[in-house]
């Protein structure tokens, strides 16, 4: 547990190193900070979910600036993963603060979904370009996976999102980029559907907090330290994608996800 005086600067340089490796493939970093946020600041439940929510509304923005700076906007993607993610997040708030599921069991199922997810990422390779006409396609449309059910798994995942305060990216951008979305494409569009879910989860949890006279607000200073730090991370993972083989975007990903799962059902077991 660290003193009040350390806290802002040590969530500040965490959160930077978190957005800087998660950024390239549209992972805002929600995810590996909650336990963070819990083990390391200290932050109390259940104001540790808005306050991770708090730090995707100040993070994201840095790396979806430089992404549109660089013509990378996701297209409809973004708007079909906005459209389910939105409502999602608003019905998880509403969950969190008035049933508080059991940490448990939520570990033990994000643990079962993540860790086969790394693992096949991790170790498979990127679909190869068959022709130009298939790249026209995918740059247009919403994905390989069908609109509808694209719209109901997003809504899930924000639901799951308004909850735990973990954000959307982190199970959408997997995913897409495992059905065969180029990571250039998914990145921009998971990370708008996580800003926009993220700030609708804070108003959320912030009139929950008020009319039900629960703790449910975030911890604004830590929130707001860890988004700076974000912020600047998020912006220069962006930058750097271009740079980086998309097989390596795909191993890191698959890598970071594969960790963030076995830590899940480790602890759902513990």
Do not use: K
């Not at 997997?174 to 996580?194: Q, S």
């Not at 860890?226 to 912020?231: H, Y």
């Amino acid at each position: 547990m660290l003193g009040t005086g350390w806290t802002a600067a040590v969530a500040l340089v965490a959160a930077f190193g978190i957005a800087l490796v998660a950024s390239p493939a549209g992972i805002s970093g929600a995810v590996l900070l909650l336990p963070f946020q819990v083990s390391v600041l200290g932050t109390p439940s259940p104001s540790v979910t808005p306050t991770n929510l708090l730090y995707n509304v100040v993070a994201t923005p840095g790396a979806i600036y430089r992404y549109w700076r660089q013509g990378q906007t996701g297209g409809r993607l973004t708007a079909v993963l906005v459209a389910g993610t939105l409502p999602g997040v608003i019905v998880g708030s509403v969950i969190r603060v008035d049933l508080l599921p059991g940490p448990m069991v939520f570990d033990l199922v994000v643990g079962s979904v993540l860790a086969p997810l790394g693992s096949w990422l991790a170790c498979s390779r990127p679909p190869g370009v068959v022709s130009s006409v298939r790249d026209d396609r995918q740059a247009s449309s919403p994905g390989l996976i069908p609109v509808p059910a694209l719209i109901v798994l997003a809504a899930l995942v924000g639901c799951v999102g308004g909850i735990y305060g973990i954000g959307g990216g982190s199970v959408l951008a997997p995913i897409l980029t495992g059905a065969g979305r180029r990571p250039a494409e998914v990145a921009p569009a998971t990370l708008a559907a996580t800003f926009v879910t993220s700030v609708a989860g804070v108003v959320t949890f912030t009139i929950l907090s008020v009319h039900q006279h629960v703790s449910a607000a975030p911890d604004w200073t830590t929130g707001i330290a860890l988004g700076i730090g974000g912020l600047a991370g998020g912006y220069t993972g962006a930058r750097v994608q271009a740079r980086l083989p998309e097989l390596a975007i795909r191993r890191v990903m698959g890598l970071l996800v594969l960790a963030i799962g076995v830590r899940y059902l480790w602890s759902g077991l513990a």
